[in-house]
Nanobody, 126 residues
Framework: VQLQASGGGLVQAGGSLRLSCEAS????????MGWFRQAPGKPREFAAG???????TTYADSVRGRFAISRDNAGTAYLQMNNLKPEDTAVYYC?????????????????????WGQGTQVTVSS
């Protein structure tokens, strides 16, 4: 599967953005999807993930309650980001793990994901 991320930009603190990750490939429905982010000088960190099997979601503590991950049947995953903070500034990457044929928890480590998008910059000004 190939991934194309978009939707980043510059926003003031308290604002919102919605990121999109368009996936190509016929088995998108069998991939767990995740969003990661990487700020300058910091390691890539997990932000949110959604299960292929039942659509269950998991979030990092730093974004829970502000971010929402979702997916549609057409091959796109989304990350709705509300109440953005300057510390959310980073390059955001979407990732896919699969194809899967049995249930498991959504991975939260970057090494578990096989496919990555190119990244989209999110900048939050104070």
């Amino acid at each position: 599967v190939q991934l194309q991320a978009s939707g980043g930009g510059l926003v003031q603190a308290g604002g919102s953005l919605r990121l999109s990750c368009e996936a190509s490939g016929r088995t998108f429905s069998r991939y767990d999807m995740g969003w990661f982010r990487q700020a300058p000088g910091k390691p890539r960190e997990f932000a949110a993930g959604i299960s292929w099997r039942d659509g269950s979601t998991t979030y990092a503590d730093s974004v829970r309650g502000r971010f929402a991950i979702s997916r549609d049947n057409a091959g796109t995953a989304y990350l709705q980001m509300n109440n953005l903070k300057p510390e959310d500034t980073a390059v955001y990457y979407c990732a896919a793990d699969g194809p899967k044929y049995s249930g498991s928890n959504v991975p939260v480590t970057a090494g578990s994901y096989d496919h990555w998008g190119q990244g989209t910059q999110v900048t939050v000004s104070s």
